[in-house]
Nanobody, 127 residues
Framework: QVQLVESGGGLVQAGGSLRLSCVAS????????MGWFRQAPGKEREFVSA????????YYADPVKGRFTVSRDNAKNTVYLQMNSLKPEDTAVYYC????????????????????WGQGIQVTVSS
């Protein structure tokens, strides 16, 4: 069983930056592809970004391309989401998730594929 704990959220003004961290425990972190998703009030959970087991493959949703960067440090069992040029529409609860399929090599944008989820962390961007 893998436990995921997010940190780094908060309130920031539009144009500002935040870095989310997600620390994993209880499993072999390097065997998992990791994803970030978000859910705004009244909306469905949506894909934000994902990274393969060694970080060689990364994916981004169109709304965050060029502004967000996903990375991981397998020695620290941690995945990061650097968020720059934040916009009010980025306001949401952000979740990290782990996918054990294919040993972490294949990266998915679909929430249903991910086996483990963090509790989520609030990011609020004020205008």
């Amino acid at each position: 069983q893998v436990q995921l704990v997010e940190s780094g959220g908060g309130l920031v003004q539009a144009g500002g930056s935040l870095r989310l961290s997600c620390v994993a425990s209880g499993g072999t972190f390097s065997n998992y592809a990791m994803g970030w998703f978000r859910q705004a009030p009244g909306k469905e959970r949506e894909f934000v970004s994902a990274i393969s087991w060694r970080g060689g493959n990364t994916y981004y949703a169109d709304p965050v391309k060029g502004r967000f960067t996903v990375s991981r440090d397998n020695a620290k069992n941690t995945v990061y989401l650097q968020m720059n040029s934040l916009k009010p529409e980025d306001t949401a609860v952000y979740y990290c998730a782990a996918d054990s399929g294919y040993g972490g090599v294949v990266v998915s944008t679909k929430a249903a594929v991910y086996d483990y989820w963090g509790q989520g962390i609030q990011v609020t961007v004020s205008s």
